[in-house]
């Protein structure tokens, strides 16, 4: 499954800040252009929030001449807007309008085989499940109404990060109102298949803390994730637990996720299954059927998505 070994290549290589170029179609010797295409279908509760559409195009071009120690990636993404119903009642909506935008645009420095300089526009340390479709095991992020919990995203700043076999750190400084905004990783990769970070970050709107590990058993994963935030005037603090086993078997596969805890000031619980099928190197597709506890509400939601990769 191509998709699910660019995935774990991320996860077991500590691709430790930005989208991880895995670059499949060479233009010239240096450069090189990848991406994909994301569409989806999904419903919720008994049919009458019926919505689909395409959810991101991404295209990527990665710089990187053989004898120099200088690299760069642009990455252009276009999403499509939806309005999502985080409650069964309707009551709680959130709008997305269409966005053409750059994600991961960075330079980088490669010092020596183990340490890098990046600065640009770079992608958040935080998160076992990945920003983009291509890195994640079923079709919804972990939060309730299919909503990430990691306090940050891109943002522009400058990295160092020092990568072993073993472990890895990183510290990240961007841009804030009144100060510095930083993140921290830590990561432990000494024992074959297994994968353990921990990501701190500080801004002046949000104090956050991440931890999670993965382990590959022959043709299982699991994944285990605690993420902490406070953001600056507001009194709930975000506590959420994620477990996940995937399964794969050939060019199909399942995963079962658990999450729940505290989020958004709201208590609740979300229990996840989707099979999916690899129908060739480039396509992967996927359904998934989750079923949400908020407070005193609940709501049952069917995805259906397809991937291109290229």
Same mark, same amino acid.
């Given at each position: 499954?191509?998709?699910?070994?660019?995935?774990?290549?991320?996860? +077991?290589?500590?691709?430790?800040?930005?989208?991880?170029?895995?670059?499949?179609?060479?233009?010239?010797?240096?450069?090189? %252009?990848? &991406?994909?295409?994301?569409?989806?279908?999904?419903?919720?509760?008994?049919?009458?929030?019926?919505?689909?559409?395409?959810?991101?195009?991404?295209?990527? /071009?990665?710089?990187?001449?053989?004898?120099?120690?200088?690299?760069?990636?642009?990455?252009?993404?276009?999403?499509?807007?939806? +309005?999502?119903?985080?409650?069964?009642? &309707?009551?709680?909506?959130?709008?997305?309008?269409?966005?053409?935008?750059? *994600?991961?645009?960075?330079?980088?420095?490669?010092?020596?085989?183990?340490?890098?300089?990046?600065? &640009?526009?770079?992608?958040?340390?935080?998160?076992?499940? +990945?920003?983009?479709?291509?890195?994640?095991?079923?079709?919804?992020?972990?939060?309730?109404?299919?909503?990430?919990?990691?306090? %940050?995203?891109?943002?522009?700043?400058?990295?160092?990060?020092?990568?072993?076999?073993?472990?890895?750190?990183?510290?990240?400084?961007?841009?804030?109102?009144?100060?510095?905004?930083?993140? /921290?990783?830590?990561?432990?990769?000494?024992?074959?298949?297994? +994968?353990?970070?921990?990501?701190? %970050?500080?801004?002046?709107?949000?104090?956050?803390?991440?931890?999670?590990?993965?382990?590959?058993?022959?043709?299982?994963?699991?994944?285990? *994730?605690?993420?902490?935030?406070?953001? *600056?005037?507001? %009194?709930?603090?975000?506590?959420?637990?994620?477990?996940?086993?995937?399964?794969?078997?050939?060019?199909?596969?399942?995963?079962?996720?658990?999450?729940?805890?505290?989020?958004?000031?709201?208590?609740?619980?979300?229990?996840?299954?989707?099979?999916?099928?690899?129908?060739?190197?480039?396509?992967?597709?996927?359904?998934?059927?989750?079923?949400?506890?908020?407070?005193?509400?609940?709501?049952?939601?069917?995805?259906?998505?397809?991937?291109?990769?290229?």
């Amino acid at each position: 499954m191509k998709i699910k070994k660019e995935l774990l290549a991320s996860l +077991t290589g500590v691709a430790l800040f930005g989208t991880f170029a895995n670059a499949e179609i060479p233009i010239t010797d240096d450069l090189s %252009a990848y &991406g994909y295409i994301d569409a989806y279908y999904e419903d919720t509760d008994t049919g009458d929030n019926l919505e689909g559409g395409l959810a991101e195009f991404e295209l990527g /071009f990665s710089f990187a001449p053989a004898e120099s120690k200088w690299s760069a990636v642009a990455e252009l993404s276009f999403r499509d807007g939806r +309005t999502t119903e985080v409650t069964d009642s &309707g009551d709680d909506t959130v709008d997305v309008p269409d966005d053409l935008d750059f *994600e991961t645009v960075t330079i980088t420095y490669a010092a020596s085989d183990a340490l890098s300089f990046t600065i &640009g526009n770079i992608l958040s340390y935080q998160g076992f499940e +990945t920003y983009d479709a291509t890195g994640l095991f079923q079709y919804s992020y972990q939060g309730y109404g299919n909503s990430p919990v990691y306090s %940050a995203a891109y943002a522009y700043g400058a990295c160092a990060d020092y990568v072993t076999d073993d472990y890895a750190l990183g510290f990240w400084i961007g841009e804030a109102d009144d100060s510095a905004s930083v993140e /921290f990783l830590a990561a432990y990769t000494g024992i074959e298949d297994l +994968t353990v970070k921990f990501i701190y %970050a500080d801004d002046p709107g949000y104090e956050s803390m991440n931890i999670w590990a993965s382990y590959n058993l022959g043709d299982f994963t699991f994944a285990a *994730e605690y993420t902490s935030n406070e953001f *600056e005037g507001v %009194a709930d603090e975000d506590s959420v637990y994620m477990a996940l086993a995937y399964y794969s078997f050939g060019d199909a596969g399942v995963t079962l996720r658990y999450s729940g805890g505290e989020f958004g000031g709201q208590d609740f619980d979300k229990y996840t299954v989707s099979p999916s099928y690899a129908f060739s190197d480039n396509v992967f597709g996927l359904i998934e059927l989750s079923y949400e506890e908020v407070e005193d509400t609940d709501a049952t939601a069917l995805a259906a998505e397809l991937i291109y990769s290229f």
